[in-house]
């Protein structure tokens, strides 16, 4: 694996675990404490299913879902240019992934604190690995659109030319 992206989830899952940690210390399950009334919360729920609740107890099944996610992320990791971008795409993901999936397997839940109230609507409560994720994932769509991924006929390509 790339340095950079192995530094970046690194990092990630670092605030990841430290953030989580400070949360399960300092307040008990259901506890909430507004930070800005009526927008953000810091608010301590256990997650045991994935998004939005779905698999709900299905902590099985979503330890084996992410680890073959990751497999698949690293199958294509490289198929993408080794760009700066892409490289923080990837380290965001794999270390939001990875901190996501080390709670699933050390609790049988997923710690989420983040409490945010937008136009009146309770957002589901997430955490540092989530956030990382859905930016990883973000980035990886803008990499698409410009057309950033490399195909096999790319690699045979660069491959011949080489030789």
């Known amino acids: 694996m790339n340095r950079k992206i192995l530094l970046i989830s690194t990092i990630i899952l670092a605030l990841d675990q430290v953030s989580k940690a400070i949360i399960d210390i300092t307040m008990k399950v259901g506890q909430s404490v507004p930070i800005i ?14 998004a939005w609740g779905i698999l709900n107890s299905r902590t099985f099944l979503l330890i084996a879902l992410t680890l073959v ?17 892409n490289m923080l795409a990837f380290g965001l993901l794999i270390g939001g992934i990875v901190g996501n999936l080390l709670d699933r397997i050390i609790f049988g839940y997923v710690r989420d604190f983040l409490d945010f109230y937008i136009f009146g609507y309770n ?41």
């Open 123 to 163: 957002f589901p409560v997430f955490n540092v690995s989530d956030m990382a994720i859905v930016v990883g994932i973000f980035l990886l769509i803008i990499a698409i659109f410009k057309g950033e991924e490399v195909n096999e006929r790319d690699k045979s390509r660069r491959k011949t030319k080489s030789a």
């Open 37 to 50: 009334k009526n927008f953000f919360h810091i608010s301590y729920y256990q997650n045991e299913g994935a």
């Open 69 to 85: 996610v990751l497999v698949i992320i690293y199958r294509y990791m490289y198929a993408f240019k080794q760009n700066k971008r």
